[in-house]
């Protein structure tokens, strides 16, 4: 079974540009949550999909936003990017039902210099 | 507001001995809990979760949690620790929606980092 991958691995930007990062979940699942890890502030939820539809969202600004294809890939576009942007971004993807675990991709690394 | 908090940034232990990495929970209602590991440069790796049922959880890799509701902890646990455990561990609740019921989402703790010396 193919994990859930996400690309491009590596990227950097300039502040001010946009950027967008994709995740394919695992077969199956129907669900993709993002999460920001940042130096020193653990793992920060971004956006959770399912079914195409944004079921919760992050503290976090309007400029980070995504979504979820009819093939349950997703996006993540953040415009206007601020340096205190850089951190590894990961995907993961589930079943909705019941109290399933997450599973993780590897991660995208923005740095926004 | 679930949360989750694990008061240690690093644990150090000598291969050999057992280890513990302490989480404690702050939810309304009954908790999904996990720990999850994250070795350097990737992604994170399911441990183990606690959903019901008996307090002792066995996970993988020779990890178990205990789950403590009085003390409202679920610290994760192993006999006999390896140099190749070294990593950085996190512990998670499942978030709740706006009337209660459980989310999909998970709420991270910081993260401990394990440190095993040979």
């Known amino acids: 079974e193919a994990g859930v991958t996400q690309s491009p691995t590596h990227l950097i930007k300039t502040r001010g540009q946009q950027v967008t990062l994709r995740c394919s979940p695992i077969?199956?699942?129907?669900?993709v949550y993002w999460y920001q890890q940042a130096l020193g502030l653990g793992l920060q939820f971004l956006l959770w999909?399912?079914?195409?539809?944004?079921?919760n969202r992050g503290n976090f600004p309007p400029r980070f936003s995504g979504r979820q294809f009819p093939n349950y890939s997703s996006e993540l576009n953040v415009n206007a990017l601020e340096l205190e942007d850089s951190a590894l971004y990961l995907c993961?993807?589930?079943?909705?039902?019941?109290?399933?675990?997450?599973?993780f991709g590897n991660g995208t690394r923005l740095t926004v210099t | 507001a679930q949360s989750v908090a694990q008061p240690e940034d690093q644990v150090n232990v000598a291969e050999g001995n057992p280890l513990t990495v302490k989480c404690t929970y702050s939810?309304?209602?009954?908790?999904?809990l996990f720990w999850y590991v994250q070795y350097p440069n990737r992604g994170l790796q399911f441990l183990l979760k606690?959903?019901?049922?008996?307090?002792l959880v066995k996970g993988s890799y020779g990890f178990e949690a205990e789950f403590n509701k009085s003390q409202t902890s679920f610290h994760l646990k192993k006999p006999s620790a390896l140099v190749s455990d070294s990593a950085l561990y996190f512990c998670?609740?499942?978030?709740?929606?706006?009337?209660?019921?459980?989310?999909?989402?998970?709420?991270f703790g910081k993260g401990t980092k394990l440190s095993v010396k040979p």
């Open positions: 606690y959903i019901t049922g008996d307090n």
């Open positions: 998670a609740v499942r978030d709740v929606g706006r009337y209660g019921g459980s989310q999909g989402n998970l709420i």
């Open positions: 999909y399912d079914e195409g539809e944004e079921r």
């Open positions: 993961a993807s589930s079943l909705l039902q019941g109290a399933m675990a997450l599973h």
């Open positions: 939810v309304s209602g009954n908790p999904y």
């Open positions: 077969s199956g699942h129907t669900s």
